[in-house]
């Protein structure tokens, strides 16, 4: 027995069937024995201008999504699947604040975070875009008068709270103030906060400390550990909060003047653009920062008012709709042609797989279709010299994003133009692959690869970049049917690790009341 979650009958499409009961998926099924033994060779020789044809454009982003295994029917009818799916108004909800993140009750709205000052949203009767400025401002207001004798930025934050200021650090590093080092320390592991800071001098440290709950294990461990670390300099001069928690912030000691707020409705893993990025604005100046809010809008818009067949998220998303679900490709890379987007696949990780990994329908049901792939990735041309042999040869299929720049921020020699020699070329090799006597020189090809080919890394286009992916998750979330905001799946864990740690360290031979191979482990580990 299938039961609804009450809340979400309030916002979901009355209309909208279970997945396999939809039209759409019933076209695609026939669809997908038509197609799925047609070569990618053949498809491109019997339409010259499949290359052409089979792309969209929009903010400086070329998407070609010729090399992958589709016609037009096919896109057509993945639109329709996400038609049926209620797309159109689930994405009008979010933007509206519903509270479309069912299981936590809660709005999902980092969309409002780069809303412009004179848009109106409404959370609970009230308007959140003046909040949201006012908390840009102070952190602008805060970058501008950084004490001078602060040489080196130090984040503590984890999860959401660390890989989004990580990878944007990372990748606008070109945009960065070069006289202040940045670093970040997620893991309670110990070595990540001696390694972070053995080089640095309190004095000229600031920490900041984010945590959208402030209450996160890893997180409060690691602040405690840089309070002492300071010795005896003052907390307010050397740690500033980003959180929702101004109870918990005051506890530890900082000053709410050094806090930067943000709101429930702000996911762990779309926070990058809220407070949680101060690091990033320290780095790269508010006017950076701006810009790639900018970015972000931009995205949003064109998400919001594209055709789905020329919206580069919705076409992204039904890729891989037709990949997980009728290729049952089980995995998704992601190859950035750009080191400075070398994280950009672990922050993707976490965006799509803690949203999509879930095998109940936000309405409660177990769900009888695959959902989220496994996201991986490392920059290309890396990649090419390890994992790529797979890819190519392997026997598995695995679509893969490239994602490559027009113009390099760092033009020397000829690197920009062999660089992208390659980009070019994987994605031929794998679609087109090769004959040959040997069986080990064979390429079979009809790999597929979808190509994002970009102007330039700025602010904006990072901001872009996010958005697209963010909207990718999103649109798979309501055709699946899930509840792409929750993350129930982390809690387990947690809540055995806390009954786990006076087990390690009390002074007694503790009462054991695990399964045979966690008690053996945790006597060994005590033995030590
Ligand atoms: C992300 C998750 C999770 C969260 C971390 C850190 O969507 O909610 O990764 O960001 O657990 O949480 P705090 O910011 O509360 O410390």
């Given amino acids: 027995m299938l039961r609804a979650h009450p809340d979400l009958l309030l916002f979901a499409p009355m209309s909208v069937k279970p997945l396999r009961q939809r039209a759409a998926w019933a076209a695609l099924e026939n669809h997908y024995r038509q197609i799925k033994d047609q070569h990618l060779r053949d498809l491109f020789s019997a339409d010259p201008k499949r290359g052409e044809k089979l792309t969209a454009e929009a903010l400086g982003i070329y998407l070609d999504y010729s090399k992958n295994r589709v016609t037009g029917e096919t896109i057509k009818l993945l639109c329709q699947l996400a038609e049926e799916s209620g ?32 848009a109106s949203i409404i959370v609970d009767g009230h308007n959140v875009v003046p909040d949201v ?24 934050g984890i999860g959401g709270s660390d890989l989004g200021p990580v990878m944007a650090y990372e990748a606008l590093r070109h945009y960065s103030n070069r006289n202040l080092t940045f ?7 110990g070595t990540d906060f001696v390694e972070a800071t053995q080089d640095l001098k309190p004095a000229e440290t600031l920490f900041i400390v984010a945590s959208k709950t402030f209450t996160t294990q890893e997180t409060m461990t690691n602040a405690l550990t840089a309070r002492q670390w300071i010795g005896s300099l003052p907390v307010h001069e050397h740690f500033v909060a980003l959180s929702t928690n101004e109870a918990e912030v005051k506890k530890f000691g900082i000053d709410p003047a050094n806090m930067f707020g943000f709101w429930d409705w702000v996911g762990g893993r779309y926070s990058m653009d809220s407070a949680i990025g101060l690091s990033t604005m320290i780095a790269i100046g508010p006017d950076n920062f701006r810009a790639m809010l900018a970015g972000f809008r931009a995205m949003d818009e064109h998400f919001r008012t594209a055709p789905f067949d020329q919206n580069l998220p919705v076409l992204l998303a039904l890729l891989g709709i037709w990949y997980t679900n009728f290729f049952g490709a089980e995995t998704q890379a992601v190859l950035p042609y750009d080191q400075y987007l070398k994280r950009f696949p672990a ?39 390890s994992f790529y042999q797979l890819i190519h040869q392997g026997t598995k299929l695995i679509p893969c994003d490239f994602i490559g720049f027009k113009h390099t921020l760092n ?31 064979v390429f079979d090809g009809n790999r597929p690869s979808t190509t994002m080919l970009c102007d330039r890394l700025t602010p904006a286009m990072l901001g872009q970049l996010v958005a697209l992916y963010e909207h990718c998750v999103f649109a798979q979330g309501i055709i699946w049917d899930l509840d792409s905001f929750d993350q129930w799946g982390v809690e387990l864990g947690k809540v055995l690790a806390k009954r786990i740690t006076p087990e390690l360290q009390s002074k007694t031979e503790p009462e054991l009341k695990h399964d045979s191979s966690t008690n053996t482990l945790i006597r060994r580990y005590r033995q030590r």
Avoid at 423 to 436: I, M, P, R, V
């Fill in 347 to 385: 922050y993707l990780q976490q965006l799509t797989m803690e949203s999509n990994g879930k095998s109940v329908t936000a309405g409660g049901a177990r769900v009888d279709y695959e959902t989220g792939a496994i996201y991986w990735g490392e920059p290309g041309t890396n990649g090419q010299h």
């Fill in 87 to 118: 797309l159109r108004e689930r994405t009008a909800a979010m933007f509206r604040g519903d509270k479309i993140n069912v299981t936590e009750k809660r709005a999902v709205l980092h969309t409002a975070l780069r809303a412009p000052r004179s």
């Fill in 183 to 189: 670093r970040f320390v997620s893991n309670v592991d």
């Fill in 133 to 156: 400025h006012e908390v840009l401002d102070r952190m602008a207001a805060f970058c501008q008068r950084l004490d001078k004798r602060i040489k080196n930025i130090v984040n503590i």
């Fill in 411 to 441: 033009p020397v020699g000829q690197h920009h133009d062999l660089l992208m020699s390659n980009f070019f070329a994987q994605t031929e090799a794998l679609a087109f692959g090769q004959s040959a006597a040997e069986p080990y020189r």
